[in-house]
């Protein structure tokens, strides 16, 4: 295989990982590293410090480097760095999923125009190869849906908040104390994490350009132990969801939010801090990938893997494969939330008043909602009730109209939550 001279943007937890990773092969030698700060001593043995430079654009700027392996993170610097150095002709290997989701589009016309290639196995659910399958080996496939779990880090504050009966806030500190979440969480717990990387695998699976942007996204800070205790009871489990579907019309529709997943799905065993993607085909059916979704090693995997199909593809021919050239020409159209179509779980606090189950019955029918569950959880000490509905099929703005108008009846007080359930 071709030796490859190589320069990486970014020597935290990715990139270290790299670069152990690299020292089992001969062929790749790692020619720079850029940091942020060049005095911060790195926990590698016997490392040449000599190699560290705080200035990346002696890498994107380099002649002597054929790769440039982005682990950076974030818009900026690394947009501006990666441009130069797709016009400097050289490939790019990069794990950065918010880049990708926000400027994928520019910077994947940039490589086309420079017969270049940008592979980002790692950016979409860590160690778990998913990107180079869907554009190699399921190409003849028309995929149609995908669910999936893509943040580690809510799904491991989920599983221990169903484990031991947690409060988010209790679960969110012990993750952070094992080092499972950031000291600020937001980008995890909020569900852009999981909706960059969705927007990517929806991308290339759909063929056709998501929109960020038009995502609609929402993160699990607001479950609360007794939804979870309550899913319990009902035969699920609450999971953040990251879904994809092209729907019979051919527009698209692509979220993030938390669901309850019933507990025979294959998607309600994942538990931790582990990441597992269905995917729907045809003619492949159905697909489940799983495995670690972030951590150096695992993602060291992906990205080395990627640098070596670089390295065979330009051996080979100078020519790369067309299919791991990403390219989208068609815009997907992609539908709002109102318009989306599930079943719900909505918990809601109203007074303890006979007459109240019916209000909710009434309001629902009017509002084309069938109520496939409806249970009272107990009586609170100031005279209010705990109601869980879980409804059949509906239209999701058919379910806001009822919530406006039940929280208009005098009985009902608040309504606590309302999640889409998975079947
Ligand atoms: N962590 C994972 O398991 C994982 C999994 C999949 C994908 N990713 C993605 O991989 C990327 C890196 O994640 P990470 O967890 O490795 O991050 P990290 O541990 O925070 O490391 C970031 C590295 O980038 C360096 N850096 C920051 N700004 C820079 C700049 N302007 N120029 C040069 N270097 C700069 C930092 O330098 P200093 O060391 O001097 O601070 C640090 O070495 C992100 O896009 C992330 O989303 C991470």
Do not use: W
């Amino acid at each position: 295989m071709k030796n490859l001279k190589v320069g990486i943007i970014g020597f935290g937890t990715v990139g270290t990982g790299v670069y152990k990773v690299l020292q089992n092969f001969n062929n790749i030698e790692i020619v720079k590293i850029a940091v942020k700060n060049i005095n911060k001593k790195r926990d590698i043995e016997n490392f040449n410090y000599n190699l560290l430079t705080d200035n990346a654009e002696e890498i994107v700027n380099n002649p002597n480097i054929d790769v440039v392996i982005e682990v950076a993170g974030g818009v900026n610097p690394a947009l501006d760095l990666l441009k130069i150095a797709i016009k400097n002709k050289k490939h790019i290997v990069t794990a950065n999923k918010e880049l990708l989701a926000k400027h994928g589009s520019e910077l994947f016309s940039l490589a086309k125009e420079n017969k270049i290639l940008i592979l980002y196995e790692a950016a979409v659910a860590g160690g778990i190869p998913i990107i180079m399958p869907i554009k190699t080996i399921l190409c003849a496939n028309k995929i149609t849906k995908i669910a999936a779990i893509l943040n580690g880090t809510t799904n491991y504050i989920l599983t221990k908040m169903g484990e031991k009966d947690l409060s988010y806030d209790v679960a969110l500190k012990q993750a952070q104390e094992l080092g499972y979440a950031e000291t600020d969480p937001t980008g995890d717990v909020e569900g852009f994490d999981a909706a960059y990387k969705i927007a990517i695998l929806a991308t290339i699976s759909f063929n056709k350009k998501v929109d960020i942007n038009k995502i609609y996204r929402e993160g699990i800070t607001k479950i609360t132990a007794q939804d979870i205790k309550s899913a319990k009871e009902l035969g699920y489990r609450i999971k953040l969801i990251a879904m994809g579907q092209v729907l019979s019309d051919g527009k698209i529709d692509v979220r993030v939010h938390p669901m309850l997943v019933a507990k025979k799905h294959l998607l309600a065993k994942i538990n931790n801090a582990t990441n597992s993607i269905m995917l729907s085909g045809y003619p492949v059916g159905d697909l489940v990938l799983t495995g670690a979704g972030a951590g150096a090693e695992p993602t060291a995997s992906s990205v080395v893997g990627d640098l070596l199909v670089i390295a065979s593809e330009l051996e080979s021919s100078n020519n790369p494969l067309p299919q791991a050239i990403c390219n989208h020409s068609q815009i997907a159209n992609q539908i709002n939330i109102g318009d989306t179509f599930n079943e719900y779980y909505i918990a809601i606090n109203a007074s303890n008043n006979p007459g109240v189950i019916g209000v909710i019955g009434t309001i629902c029918g009017k509002n084309n909602i069938n109520i496939s569950t409806i249970m009272q959880k107990g009586i609170n000490e100031d005279n209010t009730a705990e109601i869980v509905v879980i409804t059949e099929v509906s239209k999701e703005s058919d379910i806001q109209n009822a919530l406006k108008e039940m929280l208009h009846s005098d009985c009902i007080k608040k309504i606590d939550n309302l999640l889409r359930v998975m079947n």
